[in-house]
């Protein structure tokens, strides 16, 4: 499974984005998938997830981010409203080879497939 993103960008504080994750080679019928990011100078840490038809979030984006997925399970897509300051770092996009039990879906461990990660940048 190939995994694409897209939609970062220069965004001002407040504003939104929809990064979009798509796959070739698979499907993300059966597949948990993750979004990551990664600060400059920072671990990438977790961002959201979508696993079994539920999805998670970091407390940091809980309210702000939105994680869903189009019914022909090939992308997945994170709206991010209200962003701020410290969103910005490259997104990931991950799958793993299948379900995710929910302990897991917050570490990267569990994703075998990665993206190439687009770049957010939230201006004042």
């Known amino acids: 499974v190939q995994l694409q993103a897209s939609g970062g960008g220069l965004v001002q504080a407040g504003g939104s984005l929809r990064l979009s994750c798509a796959a070739s080679?698979?499907?993300?019928?059966?597949?948990?998938v993750g979004w990551f990011r990664q600060a400059p100078g920072e671990e990438r840490e977790f961002v959201a997830a979508w696993s079994g038809g539920n999805p998670a979030y970091a407390n940091s984006v809980k309210g702000r981010f939105t994680i869903s997925r189009d019914n022909a399970k090939t992308t997945v897509y994170l709206q991010m409203d209200s962003l701020k300051l410290e969103d910005t770092a490259i997104y990931y996009c991950?799958?793993?080879?299948?379900?995710?039990?929910?302990?897991?879906?917050?570490?990267?461990?569990?994703?075998?497939?990665w993206g190439q990660g687009t770049q957010v940048t939230v201006s004042s």
């Open positions: 080679g698979g499907t993300f019928s059966t597949r948990s």
């Open positions: 991950a799958a793993a080879t299948g379900r995710l039990i929910l302990s897991r879906i917050r570490s990267e461990d569990g994703y075998v497939y």
